[in-house]
């Protein structure tokens, strides 16, 4: 229960951290029509049978509601741990309200989400049905950390895993990494949250069910080619802010250092896969000339999130859909 109790002190203190940095990201949008798209597959040469699988996408996921399913999700962890710390202490009753309000946020979340509907028909040679089934999936591990904010912000969760792989006897391989991801389960959170509250009559097997939320729920990720793209996104925000504030010359100055990293992120990827990067320099060379403007900040903006787009995503990873007018990436 120690154990337990500091990994979830832990957890308090990096979402914080995170949800700091996230409100700043965060907007309103007003809502958008929902946008469908289809795919369809034939399987089977048709002599006995053939299967037929389609795949309808219904919604898409704007850069702001990206930012903001981070946001909530980071809510979702401070309320995972807030339910573990009354547990600990025996107190079923004050958990009780803070599992309600991480369920509502998975809600959410999931609200944000594009919805891919997945149907799978099998026919006879005869074109009779013999078989159909419909599931609904979404891509549902959610970013909280994608080089946006800086690495002390997760050390914390680090820490808290080398301790749980201690007791285990294992050795945290990534422990020591410069993690360029961090993903959250809501899947994987949102089962053990519903077991959680099933369990609240008996407190020690309720709190075992969110530790497993937190410990088990949050996966990091190391990747060699995004680790410069971290400083160039550190850099952008920096600049953004200081455009707002009207802080030019350091503006000008994290413009410059966000070229730099570039430059050694078009290096791990090679010259003619960073025809892009190479774009994304020549427009930030520009716009230092022109922070004056109104709409500066909002350009570096779109950079940020034009950046955020070349990190590498892991399966089943929450990205941005909705198209935007600059949609080129780097080939990897």
């Known amino acids: 229960m120690k154990t337990q109790v500091?990994?979830?002190?832990?957890?308090?203190?990096?979402?914080?951290?995170?949800?700091?940095?996230?409100?700043?990201a965060a907007a309103n949008v007003p809502a958008a029509e929902p946008a469908t798209n289809v795919t369809t597959?034939?399987?089977?040469?048709?002599?006995?049978?053939?299967t037929t699988v389609?795949?309808?996408t219904e919604?898409?996921?704007?850069?702001?509601?990206?930012?903001?399913?981070?946001l909530l999700t980071s809510q979702l962890l401070t309320h995972l741990n807030a339910a573990s710390q009354q547990l600990a202490d025996g107190r079923a009753d004050a958990a009780k309200p803070e599992l309600a309000k991480a369920e509502s946020l998975v809600k959410m979340v999931r609200g944000l989400l594009p919805t891919t509907i997945v149907t799978t028909v099998t026919r006879d040679a005869q074109g009779k049905e013999l078989y159909r089934d419909v599931q609904r999936v979404q891509d549902d591990q959610i970013p909280i950390f994608e080089g946006q904010f800086a690495i002390e912000a997760v050390e914390p969760i680090v820490e808290a895993k080398?301790?749980?792989?201690?007791?285990?006897?294992?050795?945290?391989?990534?422990?020591?990494?410069?993690?360029?991801a961090v993903l959250v389960d809501l899947s994987f959170v949102e089962r053990k949250l519903k077991r959680?509250?099933?369990l609240l009559a008996k407190p020690k097997e309720a709190a075992d069910e969110l530790a497993q939320a937190q410990s088990q729920g949050v996966h990091f990720f190391a990747r060699r080619e995004d680790s410069p793209?971290?400083?160039?996104?550190?850099a952008l925000r920096l600049a953004e802010r200081q455009v707002q504030e009207k802080k030019y010359d350091g503006a000008k100055a994290n413009l410059q250092l966000a070229k730099l990293g570039l430059d050694t992120y078009r290096t791990l990827i090679g010259e003619e896969a960073g025809k892009a990067v190479v774009e994304l320099q020549t427009d930030i060379q520009k716009l230092s000339g022109e922070l004056h403007k109104p709409e500066a900040a909002g350009k570096i903006r779109g950079m940020w999130d034009k950046v955020a787009g070349w990190f590498k995503h892991e399966s089943g990873q929450a990205v941005q859909t909705s198209p935007t007018p600059t949609k080129e990436q780097p080939k990897s």
């Open 59 to 70: 919604g898409e996921l704007s850069a702001d509601d990206l930012h903001q399913a981070s």
């Open 229 to 234: 793209l971290v400083d160039v996104q550190h």
């Open 54 to 56: 389609e795949r309808q």
């Open 162 to 180: 080398k301790d749980e792989a201690a007791l285990k006897g294992l050795k945290l391989a990534d422990a020591d990494l410069i993690h360029t």
């Open 6 to 24: 500091r990994f979830t002190q832990n957890i308090r203190w990096v979402t914080a951290a995170i949800v700091a940095a996230l409100i700043c």
């Open 41 to 50: 597959q034939t399987f089977g040469s048709g002599k006995l049978y053939k």
């Open 196 to 198: 959680a509250g099933e």
